[in-house]
């Protein structure tokens, strides 16, 4: 599928299970990283911030497209009690981060931007997520053997707490995962 | 977590994504397999089904059992039209399967019994899942490259078709993989 794609595909994305994602689409892809300023306006709210940094992301990395490139670039925010949570910077804020997921549900946003030198296309997927209630030595013992620092929300939903602590989801897993393939893989095909 | 666990793991499941998902939970285990009989009344409906089925196995292991020993047996099934979707027999089946599961909803209910010498705890999780219409092309490409004959419904959430065709699921990702690990780390916790 896909498979006479006009595009050569590259991923400007440091996130593994990003990488995992589309490899598992049974896409072939290049990496291409730069380090880009995640910063937005303020008066940005849900799905609108990884939209806008999906965006972002992309315009860092126009000039050196090549006219057969389509490259991907992708955000995915948490958002709980009407503000963005997002990577935590040291354990206390793992903890209270993960304390205000306990027992609550949260929204999950993931915006995606597909871009070549003469198109774009950007969209986004939001995925409800139930956490049951986490105790404080769960919540410990989950930062302290997987230092969730690079995650938004400060968890993995593909690792030890994701298992434990999701009671159900409204919506995609993968996007929660950081990447709506099923959508990714529906707009390139109609690209 | 569970670290003082006071039995030994044996999980009875031929199932590689099982076994993958007790690994994530963090326990040890050892597998003990048998080729059980997976026949069950017809007059079972929905869950029923598996929670019949994953007590039938256990059975079967019951009199190897040691008493430090904690079995974990598991059934999945996919429900559909009001019947339920086994594993294919043979191409013509699978791509029935999934032209059946296209564009629609189904339910996939998973069974759990976990047993020592003294006790037995069987409970189950259900999760309904949403496919987008597949074309005949995606369909048999996904059957004759992933040939899914060990599968219930001729998919597996977490391989290519997984990727492309699910919009959207209520409840638990995992239970769709075949074990709903969080309530399997509840009933652990509190056996």
Excluded at 99 to 125: A, I, Q, W
Aim: some cysteine.
């Amino acid at each position: 599928m896909l498979q006479n794609f006009p595009y050569k595909i590259v991923l400007a994305s440091k996130s593994p299970r990003r990488q995992f994602l589309i490899k598992e689409l049974g896409l072939d892809f290049e990496l291409r990283t730069l380090d880009v300023d995640e910063s937005f306006p303020e008066t940005l709210i849900r799905e609108q911030i990884p939209l806008y940094l999906s965006e972002h992301k992309a315009s860092e990395f126009l000039s050196d497209l090549g006219v057969d490139e389509l490259l991907i670039t992708a955000d995915t925010i948490v958002w709980i009690n009407n503000k963005v949570m997002n990577k935590p910077q040291d354990r206390a804020e793992a903890i209270a981060m993960l304390t205000e997921l306990s027992g609550n549900k949260h929204e999950v946003f993931t915006g995606v931007c597909l871009m070549t030198k003469y198109k774009k296309v950007t969209f986004f997927d939001s995925t409800e997520v139930y956490f049951k209630q986490l105790s404080p030595t769960e919540i410990e013992y989950y930062i302290d053997k997987y230092q969730p620092y690079d995650k938004a929300g400060a968890y993995g939903a593909q690792e030890w707490i994701g298992y434990i602590a999701v009671e159900k989801i409204i919506g995609s897993y993968f996007n929660v995962m950081g990447l709506p393939v099923h959508k990714v893989y529906e707009q390139l095909s109609k690209f």
